[in-house]
T-cell receptor
């Protein structure tokens, strides 16, 4: 079945470091891909999305490019801040079916 | 933007009682809503897909008689945990589908069964 495999955490970085969180997917068709963020004590929030191959989603300095050839949607940010500390979930939607990765906890230290 | 209100945010109940969680789309109509459960340090698990005016579709392994879902209107879906037990303690999140690719999540409900 469709699934999402996400880089295991936790990830700890210093402020202004470069962030990459890997995400790959398995799907029988062409899904839409998403990154969600969950801040402590809150629900999920959509961070960015891409609906077709080669699309790049971006928001708040985060970027991810839909790579069909590698079935990947890696999340990147050039310079993280303490306020980026959260759990990040990669997800796909295909035929009204949504699947999440296991989540990656990011801690950014000053 | 689209807003989904989930209520209550936290609830503590006694073992054997039932708890109802509401998920409302405030400024759009949602024919489809989803209910997720999040276990500690684990990802969200899809429990069921709720379609307005019809029976919910439950994922394999989810007890439909224990987790009652009602999607009676285009803006409201409810999840009732019946005869709750401590192992039902978890974080439950709903999401509502808006348009082709828009999904908005509620803020979640932390259920503690004592």
């Amino acid at each position: 079945g469709d699934s999402v495999t996400q880089m295991e955490g936790p990830v700890t970085l210093s402020e202004e470091a470069f962030l990459t969180i890997n995400c790959t997917y398995t799907a029988t068709g062409y899904p839409s891909l998403f990154w969600y963020v969950q801040y402590p004590g809150e629900g999920l929030q959509l961070l960015l999305k891409a609906t077709k191959a080669d699309d790049k989603g971006s928001n708040k300095g985060f970027e991810a490019t839909y790579r069909k050839e590698t079935t990947s949607f890696h999340l990147e940010k050039g310079s993280v801040q303490v306020s980026d500390s959260a759990v990040y979930f990669c997800a796909l939607i295909l035929d009204n079916d949504m699947r999440f990765g296991a989540g990656t906890r990011l801690t950014v230290k000053p | 933007g689209a807003v989904v209100s989930q209520h209550p945010s936290r609830v503590i109940c006694k073992s054997g009682t039932s708890v109802k969680i509401e998920c409302r789309s405030l400024d759009f109509q949602a024919t489809t809503m989803f209910w997720y459960r999040q276990f500690p340090k684990q990802s969200l698990m899809l429990m069921a897909t709720s379609n307005e005016g019809s029976k919910a579709t439950y994922e394999q392994g989810v007890e439909k008689d224990k987790f009652l879902i009602n999607h009676a209107s285009l803006t409201l879906s409810t999840l009732t945990v019946t005869s709750a037990h401590p192992e039902d303690s978890s974080f439950y999140i709903c999401s509502a589908k808006q348009g082709a690719h828009g999904y908005t999540f509620g803020s979640g409900t932390r259920l503690t069964v004592v």
